[in-house]
């Protein structure tokens, strides 16, 4: 390890700040990238799906009427 | 049975030419706003940046073109918008004649209408700039090449946003970074020659970008005048 | 030589290979970024000129390596749509983009912040720092003219038209860009030359770079799955599928 605790760790031989600010939104970009991606394929999946089962529910109410006549 | 009217690609390129002119001078505001424009925002720097003279001379170079860059993509709105309202795109795409003569026929009639009053009145503006007199020629010759280059790259962008209703902050978001290498190469000519160091290499690499933009570009145009058209 | 590629042209067969080759991207890159991270951060040893501000290296270098790998990849695809017809590769572009401008953002922040106690302030005009925030712009053009248009379709030929022509000025801006940098270096020395890599740093380097590199993978195949679904939302594979998967 090159580093005696978890202070001199996190001060980065005195860059502390520079070093964390760049990793921190790197992680947080990063992170936000997976969850939007992940959240978009979600979305994508249950629009489809309703769409599905609106258009069953339109396809039954037509053949509904078509019976009724 | 009879051919009918066929074009040689001459006439076809002179039909397309005088025919966006005539058109331009019938709508004498479109060629004139974006001159405007450029003398307007010349103007403004100085009220911004303050009189002094060695300030505004060091920087004329940069101001000039920027402003030619913007007064530009102002423009480039217009070079396809009215034909694509009324049709009369779609007719020359689906034309049997080489989509390359006519673009090339609509873009030079852009640069004739917006580069060339740029080219004429930049002088007057860069002499309230107080650009040093050996820059004169330079900043010439840099935006007689120059702007050619920003009608067929414009073009480009132009073609590609001509369907769409917010079209213009796309156009520029697109454009601009495309025009950073002429922007860099023309400034830096402007600036040489007022140190009285030769320019010619950057006008070459000015002009080589000239001739890859006239031979490449029209395709790319094309492709995007038939995605907007579709 | 080249049939084995043609069943991929095919949507479905694409999107269910993305799908089994997720799992694995996503371990892959979760186990290197783990170990490259850990090495890079605590044990790898401080540069002899920039300390530990050198461990911004590790982020940096394989982020703007990335942003300017996946734009070629982006191009490619948007080439190899033009050229063949695949309406895949207008998916392929639509989700490598967004990926691609994160990291450049990436590259960019982290090398401002790298920046700031190496140069001593946070933005250089630097010909690499500026070029890379040129291609931030040219990833935002993608992106936006792919939002611009309703129909997919446009969108994706359009957006294909500007990857390929950005990819085409990309080098003459960096080479512009260079050249204006050099014109202007002036009195301001670059401090930052490329570090004589010892082996003890080249290889936590290796280790985060191929950790990026399979994270880009993993995130592009997922949002490559989102396009797909997008542009074939109609067709009857695509709705087998979310039935099955309802269930």
Known sequence: ?69 | MEQGNVLSYFNLFKLVLSRDLKIALRHRDDVLNPLLFFIIIITLFPLGIGPEPQTLAKIAPGIIWVSALLATLLSLDRMFKSDYQDGALEQLLLSPYPSFIWVLAKVIAHWILTGIPLIIIAPVLAAMLNLPAESFLATFWTLLLGTPVLSFIGAIGAALTVGLKKGGVLLSLIILPLYIPVLIFATSAIDAASYGLPYGGQLAIIGALLVGALTLTPFAITSALKVSTN | MWKWLHPYANPETTYHLSDRVIPWFGWLSGSLLTIGLVWALLFAPADYQQGDSFRIFYLHVPAASLSMGIYLGMAIAALCGMVWQLKLSDAAVAALAPVGAVFTAIALFTGAAWGKPMWGTWWVWDARLTSELVLLFLYLGVIAINNAFEDKQMAGKAASIIALVGVINLPIIKYSVEWWNTLHQGATVSKLGKPAMSLEMFWPFVVCFLGFAFFVATVTCIRFKTEILLRNSSRPWVKNLMLEQAE
């Open chain 1, 1 to 69: 390890m090159q580093f005696d605790s978890i202070t001199a760790f996190l001060d980065m031989g005195g860059y502390g700040f520079f070093v964390w600010l760049s990793f921190g939104f790197g992680f947080i970009a990063l992170l936000i990238l997976v969850l939007q991606s992940k959240s978009a394929l979600k979305r994508a999946k249950s629009d489809i799906a309703k769409r599905i089962v609106t258009e069953q529910k339109q396809k039954l109410a037509a053949q509904q009427q078509n019976n009724h006549r």
